[in-house]
């Protein structure tokens, strides 16, 4: 089955710092799609950006910013000039031929931004 | 808001009751899914509906029955539960499920189900 892996149970980082989360995933397909969502306490999964697996161009959303490495399998999120508000549960997920083309999670990665 | 509202926020039942979930969109999209998010666990695919047609089961226990009237509605019906299905149930909807360009999916806030 298509795994997709986050290997940072927890992360933090200070106020207006930069982090980077990371993400590994595998496949054998060449046409898949790379997201990474954000939960806070509110519990809404949002969107916060998508990569698509045939663009070498990685994904750029203000200051969220990923490093795609196809031959890799790696799909890092990096966050610029954190905000108190990007505290969260991020997750990678994956949407392939291999994953019925179901939207596949990590297990996330707890993010807590300090002052 | 994301476009997709999910009702009740917090359920609370026994384990001889009978419940359902709601969950609605209007964002025109044809696809529904209904996520299980329990704690130290990835998120888990439980039902996937196509064009109002059930194409995916991933080996979920009878004591949960789907409904999907139409494109825009997906139930989730409850019976006879377990303190292990306590849980958070994400609806989640998308274009279509198949090739083509894919955006991801929209995601309501969840249902916060508790077993007792």
């Known amino acids: 089955a298509q795994t997709v892996t986050q290997s940072q149970p927890e992360m933090s980082v200070q106020e207006a710092e930069t982090v980077t989360l990371s993400c590994t995933y595998d496949t054998s397909e060449s046409d898949y799609y790379l997201f990474w969502y954000k939960q806070p306490p509110s519990r809404q999964m949002i969107l916060v950006i998508r990569?698509?697996?045939?663009?070498?161009q990685n994904a750029t959303e203000n200051r969220f910013s990923v490093n795609f490495q196809k031959a890799a399998k790696s799909f890092s999120l990096k966050i610029s000039d954190s905000q108190l508000g990007d505290a969260a549960m991020y997750f990678c997920a994956y949407i392939g031929p291999d994953s019925g083309y179901a939207l596949n999670f990590g297990k996330g990665t707890s993010l807590l931004v300090t002052p | 808001e994301t476009g997709v509202t999910q009702t009740p926020r917090h359920l609370v039942m026994g384990m001889t009751n009978k419940k359902s979930l709601k969950c609605e969109q209007h964002?025109?999209?044809?696809?529904m899914y209904w996520y299980k998010q329990s704690a130290k666990k990835p998120l888990e695919l439980m039902f996937v509906?196509?064009?109002?047609?059930?194409?995916e089961n991933n080996s979920v226990p009878s004591r949960f029955s789907p409904e999907c009237p139409n494109s825009s509605h997906l139930f989730l019906h409850l019976h006879t539960l377990q303190p292990e299905d306590s849980a958070l149930y994400l609806c989640?909807?998308?274009?279509?499920?198949?090739?083509?360009?894919?955006?991801?999916?929209?995601f309501g806030s969840g249902t916060r189900l508790t077993v007792v």
């Open positions: 990569q698509e697996a045939y663009k070498q």
């Open positions: 989640a909807s998308s274009h279509r499920r198949d090739r083509g360009t894919n955006y991801g999916y929209t």
């Open positions: 509906y196509n064009f109002k047609e059930q194409t």
């Open positions: 964002l025109g999209h044809n696809a």
